[in-house]
């Protein structure tokens, strides 16, 4: 059973910074592309980011573009959402994902974890 961990939710306020971590059970944890996606209340789902396998592409919502960076960490199975200049309407449940290819849909993604919650006063 693949389990996702995220951590690093919380209450910041606007214009500050938090970083989301999400550690993954899986061993072929390098073999996968890792996302994070959020919901918030009464919204879709949105796309946040995604990276690939080995880090080197990465891919980015536009209502984060310039303020958001994904990474990994292979050897930690560890997937980072670093969030700067947060804004409230980034206030969400903020899931990771693991899938075999990209993908911008919550739905199609093979694995995700059970989320943290990232809340940003005004």
């Known amino acids: 059973q693949v389990q996702l961990a995220e951590s690093g939710g919380g209450l910041v306020q606007a214009g500050g910074s938090l970083r989301l971590s999400c550690t993954v059970s899986?061993?072929?944890?390098?073999?996968?592309?890792m996302g994070w996606l959020r919901q918030a209340p009464g919204k879709e789902r949105e796309f946040v980011a995604s990276i690939n396998e080995s880090g080197s592409g990465t891919f980015y919502g536009d209502s984060v573009k310039g303020r958001f960076t994904i990474s990994r960490d292979n050897a930690k199975n560890t997937v980072y959402l670093q969030m700067n200049s947060v804004k409230p309407e980034d206030t969400a449940v903020y899931y990771c994902?693991?899938?075999?290819?990209?993908?911008?849909?919550?739905?199609?993604?093979?694995?995700w974890g059970q989320g943290t919650q990232v809340t940003v006063s005004s």
């Open positions: 994902a693991m899938d075999r290819t990209l993908d911008y849909d919550f739905d199609d993604y093979d694995y």
């Open positions: 899986e061993r072929a944890f390098s073999n996968y592309w």
